[in-house]
């Protein structure tokens, strides 16, 4: 019994030895890691650091317009960047915002560049489709307007873009008045073959396109616009067979039966819709 006893007490001893020694091993595992990440921290904030990674000039900056409608030195113009800067130091997401707040700028992301240090920066631009008449209280109102609607000043616009020709469609009205519909609209009228000149939106009941062929009244906007502005296109070769001078306007209210206002009398016409159609 007594050897039993002796036994147990010298293995339990050697278990003991043995968990120390692992307790050990892990202490002294822990301050390697320890010590090795802080090294490799205390690495890369030295390179961070270093000259190098420096932001010195504009000839850093990689600009990628989708557009080009803006000259990269315009772009650039509009970066809020003092030079020289920490290229750590700067904050993508700060730049894109601050662009996207531009009315000539749609879109903007702004990345790091490691080899060699800079930023890429790519912007996709506002094209304007329309010259923008509002009526004002004292004078009228002009901007510029793209296809999804958003509105941007004349004079932002002409002193970033100074060479750039004009849109010749024009849109005379408040935004308010046709930004509703205005996506649908000029879908429309963009895809017509008929030549719509002027958009007049300021009759909330009646919208009138300067064409071509004449003055058109479509009434109230709405589901219809698409159905109005085919059934122009159909109405195409009227010049031919009319004076535009004795159109007062066409009537596409009901585009299924479209009207011609003749100066001195109605004429009603229903034109012939190709089978293809």
Same mark, same amino acid.
């Given at each position: 019994?007594?050897g039993?006893?002796?036994?147990?007490r010298?293995?339990?001893?050697?278990?003991r030895?043995?968990l120390?020694?692992q307790?050990?091993?892990r202490?002294?595992?822990?301050?390697?890691?320890?010590f090795?990440?802080? $090294?490799?921290?205390?690495?890369?904030?030295?390179?961070?650091?270093?000259?190098?990674?420096?932001?010195?000039?504009?000839?850093?900056?990689?600009?990628?317009?989708?557009?080009?409608?803006? $000259?990269?030195?315009?772009?650039?113009?509009l970066?809020?960047?003092?030079?020289?800067?920490?290229?750590?130091?700067?904050e993508?997401?700060a730049?894109?915002?601050?662009?996207?707040?531009?009315?000539?700028?749609?879109?903007a992301?702004?990345?790091?560049?490691?080899?060699?240090?800079g930023?890429?920066?790519?912007?996709?631009?506002?094209?304007p489709?329309?010259?923008t008449?509002?009526?004002?209280?004292?004078?009228?109102?002009?901007g510029?307007?793209?296809?999804?609607?958003?509105?941007?000043?004349?004079?932002?616009?002409?002193?970033?873009?100074?060479?750039?020709?004009?849109?010749n469609?024009?849109?005379?009205?408040? !935004?308010?008045?046709?930004?509703?519909?205005?996506?649908?609209?000029?879908?429309?009228?963009?895809?017509?073959?008929?030549?719509?000149?002027?958009?007049?939106c300021?009759?909330?009941?009646?919208?009138?396109?300067?064409?071509?062929?004449?003055n058109?009244?479509?009434?109230?906007?709405g589901?219809?616009?698409?159905?109005?502005?085919?059934?122009?296109?159909?109405?195409r070769?009227?010049?031919?067979?009319?004076?535009?001078?004795q159109i007062?306007?066409i009537?596409?209210?009901? !585009?299924?039966?479209?009207?011609?206002?003749?100066?001195?009398?109605?004429q009603?016409?229903?034109?012939k819709i !190709?089978?293809?159609?």
């Amino acid at each position: 019994m007594a050897g039993i006893i002796s036994v147990s007490r010298t293995d339990l001893a050697q278990r003991r030895q043995k968990l120390r020694r692992q307790r050990q091993m892990r202490i002294i595992q822990a301050i390697w890691r320890t010590f090795a990440i802080t $090294s490799l921290a205390g690495g890369l904030l030295w390179v961070a650091v270093q000259p190098v990674w420096m932001l010195k000039a504009p000839k850093q900056i990689v600009m990628k317009s989708g557009n080009k409608l803006l $000259s990269d030195e315009t772009a650039q113009s509009l970066l809020v960047l003092s030079y020289p800067q920490s290229l750590w130091r700067i904050e993508p997401s700060a730049i894109a915002n601050s662009l996207k707040k531009q009315p000539t700028i749609a879109q903007a992301i702004v990345k790091r560049r490691l080899f060699p240090p800079g930023l890429i920066i790519e912007i996709q631009e506002r094209v304007p489709v329309a010259v923008t008449q509002t009526p004002g209280n004292k004078k009228v109102i002009i901007g510029l307007l793209d296809a999804s609607g958003v509105w941007m000043p004349l004079e932002k616009y002409t002193s970033l873009n100074p060479t750039r020709k004009l849109p010749n469609l024009r849109v005379i009205g408040s !935004p308010k008045q046709y930004c509703l519909y205005w996506t649908q609209l000029h879908q429309a009228v963009s895809q017509s073959p008929v030549k719509v000149m002027e958009i007049d939106c300021q009759n909330p009941t009646n919208l009138i396109l300067k064409t071509e062929l004449g003055n058109v009244h479509l009434g109230v906007p709405g589901s219809q616009l698409s159905e109005q502005i085919k059934v122009l296109a159909q109405m195409r070769h009227l010049a031919a067979k009319l004076n535009s001078g004795q159109i007062e306007y066409i009537d596409l209210k009901n !585009p299924e039966s479209p009207i011609v206002q003749m100066n001195q009398k109605y004429q009603k016409l229903t034109p012939k819709i !190709p089978k293809n159609i």
